[in-house]
């Protein structure tokens, strides 16, 4: 915490509760949890999904050679 004590936080947090009230503080609380909680789920999504695409994706023990043709000449 640098060079503030634990009492100088206190009185900053007794600052920011009178200009903004509990109410507010509440409501960014809650609103900030429940970002942090769908970033979780949409990670845990995201996991799923790529292990579900690398299970169905093509054996890699196979080569195949493709020749690319320009069909518009």
């Known amino acids: ?11 900053v947090l007794v600052i920011v509760m ?3 009230g509990t109410k507010k503080l ?3 609380g809650q609103d900030l949890g429940g970002a942090v909680k769908g970033f ?3 990670m845990q999504s995201g996991a799923e999904t790529k292990e579900q695409i690398s299970q169905n994706a093509a054996p890699t ?3 195949v050679d493709v020749h ?6």
């Not at 915490?1 to 009185?11: A, D, K, Q, T």
């Open 40 to 42: 979780k789920e949409g």
């Open 18 to 20: 009178m200009v903004f």
């Open 26 to 28: 509440r409501n960014i």
């Open 1 to 11: 915490m640098g060079s503030f004590s634990i009492w100088h936080w206190l009185i």
């Open 61 to 63: 023990d196979h080569t």
């Open 68 to 73: 690319a043709k320009d069909v518009n000449k």
